[in-house]
Nanobody, 115 residues
């Protein structure tokens, strides 16, 4: 069973920065779609950023310009660096990987941005 481990969440002040990490227990990053999702309290889960094996990167408009998604295939790791954090960024953040017809979700890491 592949497991995804997330870290980097916590309580930060508005305008601050954080770096979220996702590490897989297995070598599944080749030919994979990888992304970060978030779910604010009481709202639906939404895609924040994604990266493909070809290197194509997507950011949702609300984080574009202040976020960087990256990966390290050798380490089976994916990262999301964010700065200029806003209270609207408060949510549970989830690592998602789809590879070879299988989907994997992390347990989530909580990010709280205070004003």
């Amino acid at each position: 069973q592949v497991q995804l481990a997330e870290s980097g969440g916590g309580l930060v002040q508005a305008g601050g920065s954080l770096r979220l990490s996702c590490t897989a227990s297995g070598s599944i990053f080749d030919n994979a779609y990888m992304g970060w999702y978030r779910q604010p309290p009481g709202k639906q889960r939404e895609l924040v950023a994604s990266i493909t094996t070809a290197g194509t990167i997507y950011y949702t408009d609300s984080v574009k310009g202040r976020s960087t998604i990256s990966r390290d295939t050798a380490k089976n790791a994916m990262y999301l660096q964010m700065h200029s954090l806003k209270p609207e960024d408060t949510a549970d953040y989830y690592c998602y990987i789809q590879a070879y017809g299988r989907s994997y979700w992390g347990q989530g890491t909580q990010v709280t941005v205070s004003s």
